[in-house]
């Protein structure tokens, strides 16, 4: 009656002996567990070895070294993971300073290299951030960088423009060229806060929503990075920065509005308080709607 | 009788083949690791990071934090493993001082206090 069986019983104990040692090689005691590579990280732990390695290019201004770093992360797109951290690191309560590397990082990245910047990164930065401090003239007098935004000198009104008419303003793919950082240009009122320029209701169906837009520049026309402005509406505040989507320039920040909420802004260096900004719609030739933005472009004095 | 030795012979040639197939041809690839993990070399390096934001900022409690990812090994050894293995792999000097720094000031850090104690 065995000799029925055949040869399964051999067949049967290969199986079980592949599955006993698959499950010595897989579970018991798998090939290595050590001496791994930043790629294999867990995602919170490559976000804290990515801000790592954005916070030492923001002390030594070593481009390729962190460029090399980054390129251990194996980030499918360096720029856009980069920004996205910045993005989030703010929204979670980070620390500004880190924010504010993630983005300058991911600036450099766009352009290839290092900002074109007579200053240290972390004196860049520290001009951005800190009004207060002295500034030092530069020996090397930047370029004016012409402003692409054809901004219209419209009156300072939070009543939307016509509805019906697409205006040409602003594209954001306007932005998308490299533009250098704010070199320490000797403007000896460099502390002074910020003014409102212009306010303007742009329709461009491309925008995501309702937004709130902030430009900042010098007086020069030169995008400043790193301005911080802060929202507040009836029981809420929000901060955001400049230079967090260096794609569309560095002097620009957004912040998403929510419609039927009133909003005010002002800049965390000091100026004017923006209010009543609401969210607005427009509509295109055909009848359909959809939202438009507040430009408000600020430049220090 | 034969048959069970066919049997546990056909066993063993089961776990070695499996054996085989989990080390060498389909190993377990490790993702979602931690920095305590990391090789040496990606271990200094991120120490050398650290130092290198510490010269920076400043915050040796910050330094500590961003150390502590890397095990519970105190930050001061931590430097000191990474100031070895710069040391032996011949890192640029000027890096192999800010190790150097980072390291010499853990050593009067007080974790409870927070700043360094003359």
């Given at each position: 009656?065995?000799?029925?069986?055949?040869?399964?019983?051999?067949?049967?104990?290969?199986?079980?002996?592949?599955?006993?040692?698959?499950?010595?090689?897989?579970?018991?005691?798998?090939?290595?567990?050590?001496?791994?590579?930043?790629?294999?990280?867990?995602?919170?732990?490559?976000?804290?070895?990515?801000?790592?390695?954005?916070?030492?290019?923001?002390?030594?201004?070593?481009?390729?070294?962190?460029?090399?770093?980054?390129?251990?992360?194996?980030?499918?797109?360096?720029?856009?993971?980069?920004?996205?951290?910045?993005?989030?690191?703010?929204?979670?309560?980070?620390?500004?300073?880190?924010s504010q590397a993630l983005g300058l990082l991911a600036v450099a990245l766009g352009q290839g290299g290092p900002p074109t910047s007579s200053v240290p990164l972390t004196q860049a930065l520290a001009l951005t951030s800190t009004p207060t401090e002295n500034p030092q003239p530069s020996p090397t007098a930047s370029p004016t960088v012409p402003s692409p935004d054809p901004l219209t000198p419209t009156a300072p009104t939070?009543?939307?423009?016509?509805?019906?008419?697409?205006?040409?303003?602003?594209?954001?793919?306007?932005?998308?060229?490299?533009?250098?950082?704010?070199?320490?240009?000797?403007?000896?009122?460099?502390?002074?806060?910020?003014?409102?320029?212009?306010?303007?209701?742009?329709?461009?169906?491309?925008?995501?929503?309702?937004?709130?837009?902030?430009?900042?520049?010098?007086?020069?026309?030169?995008?400043?990075?790193?301005?911080?402005?802060?929202?507040?509406?009836?029981?809420?505040?929000?901060?955001?920065?400049?230079?967090?989507?260096?794609?569309?320039?560095?002097?620009?920040?957004?912040?998403?509005?929510?419609?039927?909420?009133?909003?005010?802004?002002?800049?965390?260096?000091?100026?004017?308080?923006?209010?009543?900004?609401?969210?607005?719609?427009?509509?295109?030739?055909?009848?359909?709607?959809?939202?438009?933005?507040?430009?408000?472009?600020?430049?220090?004095? | 009788m034969r048959r069970w030795i066919w049997f546990f012979l056909a066993v063993l040639v089961g776990i070695a083949g499996g054996l085989y197939y989990g080390w060498q041809i389909n190993p377990v690839k490790y993702v979602e690791t931690t920095p305590a993990t990391l090789r040496i070399d990606y271990q200094t390096d991120y120490v050398l990071m650290v130092a290198e934001a510490y010269q920076a900022e400043g915050d040796l409690d910050l330094a500590a934090r961003r150390l502590a990812v890397l095990g519970e090994t105190p930050p001061a050894e931590i430097v000191r493993q990474a100031m070895i293995y710069a040391a032996q792999v011949l890192y640029a000097d000027s890096d192999q001082d800010l190790l150097g720094r980072l390291a010499s000031d853990f050593q009067t850090w007080n974790p409870l206090l927070g700043a360094p104690t003359p």
């Open positions: 009656m065995s000799d029925e069986r055949g040869p399964w019983y051999l067949v049967t104990g290969l199986i079980l002996g592949a599955a006993l040692g698959l499950v010595y090689a897989w579970l018991i005691a798998p090939h290595t567990y050590a001496d791994t590579s930043p790629a294999s990280l867990q995602l919170e732990f490559k976000d804290q070895y990515r801000a790592m390695v954005a916070l030492a290019y923001l002390a030594d201004g070593n481009f390729l070294r962190a460029q090399a770093r980054l390129e251990l992360l194996k980030d499918e797109d360096s720029i856009q993971v980069l920004n996205e951290q910045a993005q989030r690191s703010l929204s979670e309560g980070a620390a500004p300073r880190e939070n009543t939307p423009v016509a509805v019906g008419t697409q205006s040409p303003a602003i594209s954001r793919t306007l932005r998308s060229t490299g533009t250098p950082l704010p070199t320490r240009t000797p403007t000896p009122t460099l502390g002074a806060p910020f003014v409102l320029k212009d306010q303007t209701f742009i329709c461009d169906p491309n925008l995501d929503g309702p937004l709130l837009i902030v430009l900042a520049e010098s007086t020069t026309g030169q995008p400043l990075s790193g301005v911080e402005a802060i929202v507040n509406w009836e029981g809420g505040e929000d901060h955001f920065f400049s230079c967090l989507n260096p794609e569309l320039g560095l002097g620009y920040a957004d912040f998403a509005m929510t419609p039927g909420v009133v909003y005010s802004l002002r800049l965390a260096d000091g100026g004017q308080p923006i209010s009543d900004l609401t969210p607005a719609e427009c509509e295109t030739p055909r009848g359909e709607r959809y939202w438009g933005a507040w430009q408000l472009l600020f430049t220090r004095p | -």
